[in-house]
C-alpha cells in the first residue's frame, strides 16, 4: 500500500520559474524524505525533514512539512533543464523498522 | 566506480525461466534493499535484509526470494518468471544510523 500520494503527477513549467509538489500521507511518520529519479535511472536522495521540522533548506530546494494536515511540499527554485526528472516523497513511518514507504511520483518538465 | 552496482542492467526472459538478479555495494553499509517499480506506481519494497543473517519479506514478497552472500552482496531470484514480474528492480543499501537510502542504476527486466 502506498503511504504518500504526489501531487500534481506531472508538472510542466518553463526554466527559470519555481516548481512546486505536493506530498500527503496517512499514518504518523519519524521523518519524510524526497528523491530524485532521472529518466529510468537510480533514485538519489535530495533532502529528509523530521517529523519535529516544518521547513528544510538545501540550496535551491525548501521542504515544507505539516504534521497536523500530514503533507510536505517541495519548492525548487530558479528551474533548470536539469531538474527535469520524477521526484519522489518517502515516508519511515513511526511504527516502522526502517521500511521506507513510497509516493507514485510526480513527473517535472523543465522547458527551455 | 559506483557504489551500488547491480547486474544485468537489461534482461530478457521468458515465463517459467529462473532468473536472478545480483547486488553488489561498496559502501560497507549493513542494510540492502530489493524494490520493483512499476509506471505511475512508485516503488514497492519486495525483501530486505539487516544484516547478513537478516532476511524479511516486503510488501510483495510473493513469486520472489533473495539470498545474503556477504555484507556487500544481495540478489534477488524468481523462481519461475511471469509477465506481470515485468518491471524496473532496483537495488539500494543503507545503515542503522543513516535514515536515507542509496539506490543501484537498475535493472529493467522483461518477461515474455
Known amino acids: 500500500s502506498q503511504q504518500g500520494e504526489e501531487d500534481p503527477q506531472a508538472l510542466s513549467i518553463q526554466e527559470g520559474e519555481n516548481a512546486t509538489m505536493n506530498c500527503s500521507y496517512k499514518?504518523?511518520?519519524?521523518?519524510l524524505q524526497w528523491y530524485r529519479q532521472n529518466s529510468g535511472r537510480g533514485l538519489v536522495h535530495l533532502i529528509l525533514i523530521r517529523s519535529n521540522e516544518r521547513e528544510k533548506h538545501s540550496g535551491r530546494l525548501r521542504v515544507t512539512l505539516d504534521t497536523s494536515k500530514k503533507s510536505s511540499s517541495l519548492l525548487i527554485t530558479a528551474s533548470r533543464a536539469a531538474d527535469t526528472a520524477s521526484y519522489f516523497c518517502?515516508?519511515?513511518?513511526?511504527?516502522?523498522?526502517?521500511?521506507?514507504?513510497w509516493g507514485a511520483g510526480t513527473k517535472l518538465i523543465i522547458k527551455p | 566506480d559506483a557504489d551500488v552496482t547491480q547486474t544485468p542492467r537489461n534482461r530478457i526472459t521468458k515465463t517459467g525461466k529462473r532468473i536472478m538478479l545480483e547486488c553488489s555495494q561498496t559502501?560497507?553499509?549493513?542494510?540492502m534493499y530489493w524494490y520493483r517499480q512499476d509506471p505511475g506506481l512508485g516503488l514497492r519494497l519486495i525483501y530486505y535484509?539487516?544484516?547478513?543473517?537478516?532476511?524479511n519479506k516486503g510488501e510483495i514478497s510473493d513469486g520472489y526470494s533473495v539470498s545474503r552472500q556477504a555484507q556487500a552482496k544481495f540478489s534477488l531470484s524468481l523462481e519461475s518468471a511471469i509477465p506481470n514480474q515485468t518491471a524496473l528492480y532496483f537495488c539500494?543499501?543503507?545503515?542503522?544510523?543513516?535514515?536515507?537510502?542509496?539506490f543501484g542504476p537498475g535493472t529493467r527486466l522483461l518477461v515474455l
Open positions: 535484509s539487516f544484516d547478513v543473517k537478516d532476511i
Open positions: 559502501k560497507g553499509h549493513d542494510r
Open positions: 539500494a543499501t543503507g545503515t542503522s544510523n543513516e535514515e536515507t537510502q542509496y
Open positions: 499514518t504518523s511518520i519519524n521523518n
Open positions: 518517502a515516508t519511515l513511518p513511526r511504527d516502522s523498522n526502517y521500511q521506507l514507504i
